[in-house]
Structures are given as structure tokens and as C-alpha cells.
């Protein structure tokens, strides 16, 4: 998964985003633009047990939403999703990822 390409994407969505790395983990954040002084949105990848899993989560949430076989165009529109919600401290709903047809792969815990 580029993490680059998604935040490409994602900013070209008209949102802000920064892809932060640690010797750890690279986690990508992002908001709405001009809007909100704190990041709204958290995303990266996970180790999945048989397969590449991706992650989605709001800052101000310990949940999250897993994608199975993430590819950067379809994660880039997830997080662009759960950014321009109403409310993006809230996780996005199954409801509203299917109207957008972004449901495939998605893995509700």
C-alpha cells in the first residue's frame, strides 16, 4: 500500500492531509480542509492474520473499520468519506459506505 498515492488522492479531494512515519508504523491523518485545527481522520495498514489489511478511524474513537486487500484508490475514498460526515468524529456506517459503494472488503467488527 503507497500511503503517498492515498494522501495524493486524498488531497486531491480538496482535503488536508499528512502521512506521518515512525521507525514503528506510518499512520496518514486527515481533515477537512480549513475547517477543523485537529486531524478528524486516522488510516494505515495492519498485519491481517492471511491477508493485507487496511485501517480507518477517527481520532476521537478507539473503533475502527478494517478493509481486506486495500487498494489506494478505494481506501483514498473511504477516508475522504468518513472526513466530509456530518460529524467526522463519528466512524462512518455500513449504510452510508454501501450508498457510496465502497462496502466491498470492508470488515465490520
Known amino acids: 500500500m503507497d500511503l ?3 494522501a495524493q488522492i486524498v488531497r486531491r479531494a480538496g482535503l488536508d492531509c499528512r502521512v506521518d512515519k515512525t521507525p514503528s508504523v506510518t499512520a496518514l ?5 480549513m ?3 485537529a486531524w478528524t481522520v486516522i488510516a494505515g495498514t495492519c498485519n491481517g492474520p492471511s491477508t493485507p489489511l487496511a ?3 477517527t481520532t476521537a474513537s478507539t473503533g475502527r473499520r478494517l478493509l481486506r486487500d486495500p487498494d489506494e484508490r478505494h481506501f483514498a475514498a473511504l477516508i ?3 472526513a466530509l460526515r456530518d460529524n467526522p ?3 462512518l456506517t455500513y449504510d452510508e459506505a454501501r ?3 465502497l462496502a466491498d472488503s470492508l470488515i465490520w467488527p
Open 29 to 33: 491523518h486527515a481533515r477537512r480542509a
Open 89 to 91: 468524529h463519528e466512524l
Open 99 to 101: 450508498a457510496f459503494g
Open 55 to 57: 485501517f480507518i478511524a
Open 4 to 6: 503517498q498515492l492515498v
Open 80 to 82: 475522504v468519506l468518513q
Open 35 to 37: 475547517c477543523d485545527p
